[in-house]
């Protein structure tokens, strides 16, 4: 977990809220009051949408999951994030898991920004049940796919979970790729 992709991530969100004042502020000098009001409602969904990533508990996973929003938008790919779960309970530690999901991305969001890709598009799900908690990460499948790359990462990132009972997954379906990120409960590893 890289510290300069956090200040990023304050840069660019100190840069934006700066530019959405000055939006504001343009649209109410002009009496566009109705058009600000539009405006305001549409910055609303986007930090809601953002602020999805304080639900999980864990601040590494947190941090993790801006970084995913923060490289989308530099790819210009749309990001469906479910939060369904805090982590609370889990039994691999947050630097592993924010890791994890970080170089996921990273390889999910070179593949979607092939050209050949339609739908932009990353679905990111965190969920959990009595046994495990699981993040999901859903793309569209880019034509003549060469899959040794994730396979690469996902070896990868199956050695950094495996220590702590976590495991990685990939399926192909319905034209779309589809990472499953595994991780256990702390009750269920120590006992």
Request: overall charge negative.
């Amino acid at each position: 977990m890289n510290l300069l992709n956090y200040l990023e991530i304050i840069q660019v969100q100190r840069h934006d809220f700066l530019n959405h004042l000055q939006v504001i502020s343009g649209l109410l000098q002009l009496n566009k009051v109705d058009r600000a009001r539009e405006y305001i409602s549409q910055v609303g969904l986007e930090i809601a949408h953002a602020s999805k990533t304080s639900r999980v508990k864990i601040p590494e996973v947190s941090l993790a999951l801006l970084y995913c929003l923060n490289e989308a938008a530099k790819y210009q790919v749309e990001v469906e994030l479910t939060v369904n779960s805090d982590l609370t309970g889990c039994g691999v530690p947050g630097q592993v898991i924010g890791q994890a999901i970080e170089q996921l991305v990273d390889c999910t969001l070179e593949t979607i920004f092939s050209p050949e890709v339609t739908g932009k598009r990353l679905e990111i799900i965190l969920n959990e049940n009595d046994k495990k908690y699981d993040c999901r990460l859903l793309f569209p499948e880019p034509p003549q796919t060469d899959l040794r790359r994730f396979e690469n990462r996902l070896a990868s990132v199956g050695e950094l979970l495996s220590p702590h009972g976590g495991r990685v997954n990939m399926a192909i379906a319905n034209s779309g790729i589809e990472i499953f990120l595994i991780f256990p409960r702390k009750d269920a590893i120590n006992g």
